[in-house]
């Protein structure tokens, strides 16, 4: 079977200003590389339209209208201090959270085996009712709820390998038993949140604090913690918040990954939830702000993908 790559146009349209790190050249250079390579196991696809009625099973439906009035039809205008958004943004946001909407539709359906969702802006750091740190609305989250609701499963498990804390995707699913939240990240860092005494209700939120500087080796150690957790844990899918800024090039933060290690760490993943979920996995983009490293970075993680396949 196929590998997924669920994409739009729609991204190049949201216009963080001058200078802002979550710019437009980055789905665009992982968009034209994979065309560039043109492997044809990859099957292209467009994000679904999404409806109101599956965001509120995430979001506010308070949050959802503010989001939407928020988007200016001139110039910038921003919904926290970090997050900028310009008449673009719009259709970007909602095309984000239905490229999640896409892959998890073509995975069940078997169109292909599993997915990469190349979107901005990211939304790992979105809660129910509040933007932060570049998201707007938790594309993530709005997944497992979808696959929760609509596809009646009852066990998901989320591996967000950001850099950041995931607080928004941690703070969604803290007293929910059906999701296994599972985050490394650099700490104590922003956004403040991700230590290990944060557990959720049912001990169903892993925390995995590294410090700065750590290196590959260090954080695969570390990972093997994580991936106990999910065999334990026994999801029938995974999804995965994919940020590749732990790279050792990029600007934000001061982990020492290489570009390699995103491979190991996707296989280890796929490795460990096979039994279980029989390979059922899809991954959307969070953070990554050294383009070269995003775009190598990104390479090697669906070449992980397309290899278990």
Not at 68 to 77: E, L, V
Not at 138 to 156: D, P, S
Request: aromatic share 10%; charged share 25%; proline share 4%.
């Amino acid at each position: 079977m196929k590998t997924g790559l669920i994409t739009s146009d729609t991204y190049q349209d949201h216009d963080t200003g001058p200078g802002h790190p979550e710019q437009i050249a980055r789905v665009s250079v992982i968009v034209e590389n994979f065309k560039k390579l043109n492997n044809k196991n990859i099957l292209w696809k467009k994000p679904s339209i999404i409806t109101d009625d599956i965001i509120k099973d995430t979001h506010d439906v308070s949050y959802i209208d503010l989001v939407k009035n928020s988007f200016p039809t001139k110039g910038f205008s921003s919904l926290d201090g970090d997050t900028i958004i310009s008449p673009g943004s719009k259709k970007a946001t909602f095309d984000a959270a239905g490229s999640i909407i896409a892959a998890i539709d073509g995975v069940q359906k078997k169109e292909f085996k599993n997915a990469f969702c190349s979107v901005r802006p990211p939304g790992h750091h979105c809660n129910q009712n509040k933007a932060a740190g570049f998201c707007i609305l938790n594309n993530i989250a709005i997944g497992a709820k979808y696959l929760l609701k609509r596809h009646k499963y009852k066990r998901i498990a989320i591996v967000d390998f950001d850099v950041h804390h995931g607080n928004g995707t941690q703070d969604i699913f803290y007293n929910n038993k059906n999701v296994l939240f599972i985050s490394t990240h650099q700490y104590p860092f922003y956004p403040g949140t991700g230590s290990e005494k944060e557990k959720g209700k049912f001990d169903n939120i892993c925390n995995i604090p590294l410090p700065a500087g750590t290196n590959s080796e260090e954080y695969l150690n570390a990972f093997e913690f994580a991936l106990k957790r999910l065999r334990e844990f026994k999801p029938e899918f995974v999804l995965i918040s994919a940020g590749f800024d732990g790279h050792a090039a990029d600007p934000l933060a001061q982990f020492k990954l290489d570009t390699e290690d995103y491979y190991e760490i996707t296989k280890r993943i796929l490795e460990s939830s096979k039994k279980f979920c029989n390979g059922k996995i899809v991954s959307i983009l969070e953070g990554g702000y050294d383009l070269q490293a995003l775009q190598d970075s990104t390479k090697r993680h669906v070449d992980a993908l397309l290899e278990f396949n």
